[in-house]
């Protein structure tokens, strides 16, 4: 039996990995720390509030203190806690370094001062631009842009805590991740529900940029696999090595909701776009890990999430969610802990 305290658990990956972990670890406990940002939403754990092994604090991880209060209560720690969209972050960098990689500081400060074990989700981004070829857990980091400088500094943080004071720290390193709970902002749940609602589909540039894409539940089962069987001080890239251009992605959005590609809007670029990334995934895949979906079937089970999941992304999308709901939630659990 595990007990995790896992960070960030009220956003798109980790509600859907506390999921994934309470229904295949029926032993382990989670404390869900996270501060309610606008992407974090209640809703997407609705249906486990009430599990045994499950419960909810309303906290941030910039604030030392109410780390140091829950950390020695738990044998590790998965930190998704973060600022993730690179366009929020391009206009206003600053809570991006707060929360990547000071709130990150001080989980790490925790982890090494009552011992724990910590795993930090990173991502692809922080190679930066691969014009050519894979980048293997080794390549330098080259961070274009305010996130992905804010998440690479975060994991040669989690490297050096790991070399300087033996922390146990393992980092996944991801390519984009897309499936249901997903905030309508990242170009996925974006496309989808702006069809739905009638709306055009804005695309940057020329639509070009490739990126490697992953189904959230081969994300939860790559974790899964690091947790079992990684190696501390190691990083494990996570990708299925489909790169596919995103013109293409949204062409293959539009024929599966059989709509025209006259929908499709090209506006200016994302300022210092990177091109293309791509990661070579064989150190995880030695571990034993295979991804289960293509693209092709991913995409149809996350459209199928959100033809039937109106009310959810609705209420984000209308503002309804940010404005009442989720300040009514937190004052509703602000006095939350873990009781056992
Ligand atoms: N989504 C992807 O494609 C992808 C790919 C690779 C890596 N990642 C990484 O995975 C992690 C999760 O990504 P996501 O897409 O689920 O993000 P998300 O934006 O959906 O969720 C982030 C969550 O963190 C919470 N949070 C933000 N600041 C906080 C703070 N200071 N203290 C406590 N909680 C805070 C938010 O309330 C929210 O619940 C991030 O670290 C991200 O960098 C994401």
């Known amino acids: 039996m595990m007990r995790w305290l896992i960070t960030g658990g009220c956003g798109f990956m980790g509600s859907n990995f ?109 190679y930066g631009n691969c014009p050519s070829g894979q980048n293997t857990e080794q390549a330098p980091l080259l961070p274009g842009n305010p996130y992905s ?18 922390v146990d720290v393992m980092i996944t390193r991801s390519c984009n991740c897309y499936g249901p709970y997903q905030y309508p902002e990242k170009l996925i749940p974006l496309f989808i529900t702006n069809l739905l609602e009638g709306k055009k589909l804005p695309l940057y540039g020329d639509g070009s940029c490739i990126r490697e894409w992953i189904y959230i539940q081969d994300y939860c089962s790559a974790l899964d696999i690091v947790i079992q069987k990684g190696k501390t001080g190691e990083i494990y890239n996570i990708s299925t090595g489909e790169g596919i251009p995103n013109l293409e992605v949204t062409r293959l959005i539009l024929q599966e909701m059989g709509m025209s590609e006259d929908l499709i809007e090209m506006v200016d670029d ?35 999430w959100y033809r039937h999941n109106e009310n959810w992304w609705r209420k984000i999308k209308s503002g309804e969610y940010q404005q009442y709901y989720r300040q009514q939630y937190a004052q509703r659990h602000k006095k939350s802990t873990l009781e056992r």
Not at 149 to 166: F, I, P, V, W
Not at 281 to 293: M, T, V
């Open 270 to 304: 994302r300022q210092g776009h990177d091109r293309r990334y791509s990661l070579d995934a064989s150190q995880i895949r030695q571990l034993g890990w295979n991804p289960e979906y293509l693209f092709s079937m991913g995409l149809k089970e996350t459209l199928q």
């Open 18 to 126: 506390i999921r994934y972990w309470l229904k295949n670890h029926t032993e382990d406990y989670i404390l869900n720390l996270d501060k309610l940002t606008y992407a974090g939403n209640p809703d997407n754990l609705k249906m486990i509030e009430n599990h045994p092994h499950y419960r909810f604090v309303l906290g941030d991880i910039t604030d030392p203190q109410a780390i140091e209060s829950l950390v020695p209560e738990f044998d590790g720690i998965i930190n998704f806690a973060a600022e993730t969209h690179v366009d929020r972050s391009i206009a206003q960098p600053r809570d991006f370094i707060l929360t990547d990689m000071v709130g990150t500081y001080n989980l790490l400060e925790a982890a090494r001062f009552h011992q724990k074990k910590l795993i930090q989700i990173s991502t692809d981004e922080v």
């Open 149 to 166: 400088a804010s998440k690479g500094g975060a994991d040669l943080l989690c490297l050096a805590y790991h070399q300087t004071y033996k």
